[in-house]
């Protein structure tokens, strides 16, 4: 390793091609084109004379064809080892890749990527959701931490590619017993008592770890994100800007790399203008940017036992408010015990029909709902088991099964306005339920969530 100033060079395959600032990579043969690769929330950017400056100078490097958002290690079935690298991407067309291994050694080694998985359904949008693997054949590259980055290039040599898409390789670990939660994307302008509400319930009943991807977001909701992060409840994954497949005058840049540190800087009254499109694309390029954060939660996260897609705005409740991690444990898995996941029952509180309890909590507010519907429902799934998921939908491996949860007591409560489409178009005469269980947790709901409104400073 040799040091010019602030920049480390590091040595690959003796040439000395690649410069590394706090774990970015770049190419030093691309001074137009220079790309991102990980530690995405670093707020520092880097110039190719050596000086480390906090205005951004860095140009993004964007491919037509590629923009890899995470490599991360896939284990073998007895968590011995790891047999490959899933790098889940946006990509267009039919390119090539080959795979770029490097190692704590400092040494590089190239194998085929695999394109093995690339959705299909959602219509056709600019950049698809897809899925390459880096298969691990070497007994050195199966050891975890072995392989700290990987990179993908049509080239022979990565040292020649103008734009390589280079990201750390993340190990998970094996989970046993723990419950983890996917809410895809946290964007625009949230409610931070909502999201507090909703980060202290998934506490109270056992959820021992959250992901999301963050976008452009008002800066209260930001602070209790930061806040849920720092308990090491919540991993904040941060989504690209622009977002791949748009043009970059059509899409919020905060003129910072990945625009990270731009989102405690505007007010709801500030974003609240903002076009649609700076959050979340209308389909079909906006389902695909869902299934990308689907896909990389799975990856994430397959070391749990259980794991659930859910909104902010989705709560998962059995019906004596029991731990529903030690619910599905003990009570859901011994009854099927070749299920691959759960769909749960959607339980709609709309706040179209006004506030029918009270309090500051919206699950003390409304206490009011639609019957249990198999309507948008959602699934809590096992990874291990679990060949891909959607937002509604997933898909078992061989020798597992899909369990609707129909007539049990769990389902997810939905905090909402009528969705407008034509199913509930007569929401309004919908036949109204009364239901108070969340009455029980309301005390110590309340005093949790004050406590962190509290140690935030908000109002």
Request: charged share 25%.
């Amino acid at each position: 390793m040799v040091t010019h100033g602030n920049l480390r060079c590091r040595k690959v395959l003796n040439i000395e091609h690649f410069w590394s600032y706090s774990g970015v990579i770049v190419s030093i043969a691309a001074v137009d084109h220079i790309q991102y690769v990980f530690n995405r929330d670093e707020t520092k950017s880097i110039n190719l004379t050596g000086q480390v400056t906090n205005t951004p100078v860095v140009k993004l490097c964007r491919r037509d064809d590629l923009y890899t958002y995470s490599a991360v290690a896939k284990p073998s079935a007895d968590w011995t080892k790891y047999t490959s690298i899933i790098i889940t991407s946006w990509c267009k067309g039919s390119t090539q890749f080959n795979c770029f291994l490097y190692s704590t050694n400092e040494n590089v080694e190239t194998v085929k990527a695999t394109l093995s998985r690339k959705r299909s359904n959602h219509g056709r949008p600019n950049m698809a959701a897809c899925q390459y693997t880096c298969k691990l054949n070497n007994a050195y590259h199966q050891i975890k931490g072995y392989l700290t980055e990987v990179g993908l290039s049509p080239l022979n040599d990565i040292h020649k590619d103008s734009c390589p898409q280079i990201n750390k390789v993340i190990y998970p670990t094996r989970q046993a017993g723990k419950m983890a939660i996917c809410s895809k994307m946290a964007y625009g302008t949230e409610k931070p008592i909502k999201l507090i509400e909703w980060f202290e319930y998934n506490r109270l009943m056992g959820v021992d770890r959250i992901i999301t991807m963050v976008q452009l977001i008002n800066r209260d909701a930001y602070k209790v994100l930061k806040y849920y992060n720092k308990t090491g409840l919540l991993d904040m994954d941060i989504f690209p800007s622009p977002l791949p497949g748009i043009d970059i005058n059509k899409n919020a840049n905060c003129e910072i790399k990945d625009r990270t540190s731009c989102f405690k800087n505007f007010s709801d009254e500030e974003l609240k203008d903002l076009p649609w499109r700076h959050f979340r694309r209308s389909s079909p390029q906006g389902e695909h940017d869902q299934m990308l954060a689907l896909d990389h939660c799975q990856e994430k996260l397959q070391g749990y036992d259980f794991v659930g897609n859910v909104d902010f705005d989705e709560f998962i409740v059995q019906s004596n408010l029991r731990n529903i991690k030690d619910y599905f444990n003990d009570t859901i898995l011994p009854k099927y015990s070749n299920a691959a996941g759960f769909t749960l029952n959607h339980s709609y509180f709309l706040a179209n029909w006004g506030i029918s309890g009270d309090g500051f909590l919206q699950m003390t507010q409304y206490t009011q709902r639609v019957n249990p519907r198999y309507v948008n429902y959602k699934n809590v799934y096992i990874p291990s088991r679990t060949a891909s998921t959607t937002t509604h939908e997933l898909t078992p491996k061989s020798g597992f099964r899909r369990v609707y949860l129909k007539s049990h007591h769990i389902v997810v409560h939905h905090y909402r306005t009528c969705p407008p489409v034509a199913y509930w178009r007569n929401c309004m005469n919908f036949t109204r339920y009364e239901d108070k269980k969340m009455l029980q947790i309301r005390k110590v709901m309340e005093e949790r969530a004050l406590n962190v409104k509290r140690e935030l400073g908000l109002t």
